[in-house]
Structures are given as structure tokens and as C-alpha cells.
């Protein structure tokens, strides 16, 4: 069973850059959900999305950060223009909505590295 | 006060030693409950969902107490292997998934 695949895996880029992130979520999951995780702050929910649409996106820092789910097997994460501070590791997770109790499953995460 | 608050630790407890961690959440309407499980530079994984008559497997057991609004995840017999920092977790309505800041556990020879 392919779990959610997130690629790159590793991110280096100069500030002012545009960087995306990418996720497929595991097949027949419904919920796909975006989080950023750093020492400071911990794991922080940015996004999720409910059979595509955002549901819930108040954790999105700001205008500079974007998310979509043009279909149900993949999501993009955008951020620009990229600043020191979004140095995390961003993780992207998916869940079986419609069943009770459904637990999150994440990728293997994106560090990214903003210089 | 934050929604889910947990001991950050970190506990170091002998090989072999029985540790509990306990989890507290703010909001009553709090529905579903899990303890994951994250290793350095790793992404967390589902350890054990909590039921509201609690639930053992294998070395662990999870308990709800719903008057109190906490959980606890005890740990028996621990192994190396289980140094890790665990992570409560708490769903409040729809999928709403809220993480706790995560307990560090070090398990010693």
C-alpha cells in the first residue's frame, strides 16, 4: 500500500524564491491537511481540504503562502516570494473522512531551507 | 491555555522501567483521541487511537478520562527502541486534528 507521497524531500532555495511543495494523498482518502512543524512552534495545521475544497485554511501565515487540490490524488503547497523564516519541515497528511475515528497518515515531509 | 497541553519532558527512564505520559485538552466537545509516535527528523505515526473504555496493545495502554479531559499513554517494559517524542492528539469536530507539543522520551541502557 503506497502511503502519501510528498516530494522534494529536501528544499534549499534563496530567499525571495518561489517554492512548491507537492503531495499525493493515500487513494481513497478524502481529507488532505498541510502542516508545517519547527522546533519553536511545534507541528502547526496550515490548511486542510474536505473532497478537494479548503475547508479551513486560517493557519496559512499569509498572502504569501498558497494552497490547492485540483483533484482528489494531489495537492500543491506554494509559498512566494520565500523568506528565511519558512525554513520547517512541511508535512502533508491524509485522512478517511467518512469513517469515525479515521486517524491522520503522513508523508515523509519536505524540509525546506530558505537562505 | 492551549488547546492540548503536554509535559514536553523529557523523561529518561531506564531500560525495562513503566513510564505513563497524560495529555490534557481544554475543549469538552473534543470527539476522538490518538497518541502518534515521532522519531528524530521523522514524520509522526499513528502509535494508538484512544477509546473512551481505554485500550491496550501489546507493551501499551491508552486511557480517557472524559470528566478530567485527559488522556494517558503508559508504556510497559520499555525498549531502546522507544525513545521517541509522543504526541497526543485530539480531534474537535469534523477533522479537525489538534496536536499537542509532544512529550521527549529517552529510553536508557
Known amino acids: 500500500d503506497a502511503g502519501v507521497i510528498q516530494s522534494p524531500r529536501h528544499e534549499v532555495t534563496e530567499m525571495g524564491q518561489e517554492v512548491t511543495l507537492r503531495c499525493k494523498p493515500i487513494s481513497g482518502h478524502n481529507s488532505l491537511f498541510w502542516y508545517r512543524q519547527t522546533m519553536m512552534r511545534g507541528l502547526e495545521l496550515l490548511i486542510y481540504f474536505n473532497n478537494n475544497v479548503p475547508i479551513d485554511d486560517s493557519g496559512m501565515p499569509e498572502d504569501r503562502f498558497s494552497a490547492k487540490m485540483p483533484n482528489a490524488s494531489f495537492s500543491t503547497l506554494k509559498i512566494q516570494p520565500s523568506e528565511p523564516r519558512d525554513s520547517a519541515v512541511y508535512f502533508c497528511?491524509?485522512?478517511?473522512?467518512?469513517?469515525?475515528?479515521?486517524?491522520?497518515?503522513f508523508g515523509n515531509g519536505t524540509r525546506l531551507t530558505v537562505t | 491555555r492551549k488547546e492540548v497541553e503536554q509535559d514536553p519532558g523529557p523523561f529518561n527512564v531506564p531500560e525495562g522501567a513503566t513510564v505513563a505520559f497524560n495529555c490534557t485538552y481544554s475543549n469538552s466537545a473534543s470527539q476522538s483521541f490518538f497518541w502518534y509516535r515521532q522519531d528524530c527528523r521523522k514524520e509522526p505515526k499513528l502509535l494508538m487511537s484512544?477509546?473512551?473504555s481505554g485500550n491496550e496493545d501489546g507493551r501499551f495502554t491508552a486511557q480517557l478520562n472524559r470528566a478530567s479531559q485527559y488522556i494517558s499513554l503508559l508504556i510497559r517494559d520499555s525498549k531502546l527502541s522507544d525513545s521517541a517524542t509522543y504526541l497526543c492528539v485530539v480531534i474537535r469536530y469534523g477533522q479537525n486534528f489538534v496536536f499537542g507539543p509532544g512529550t521527549r522520551l529517552s529510553v536508557l541502557p
Open positions: 484512544v477509546y473512551s
Open positions: 497528511a491524509s485522512s478517511a473522512a467518512k469513517y469515525y475515528n479515521s486517524p491522520l497518515h
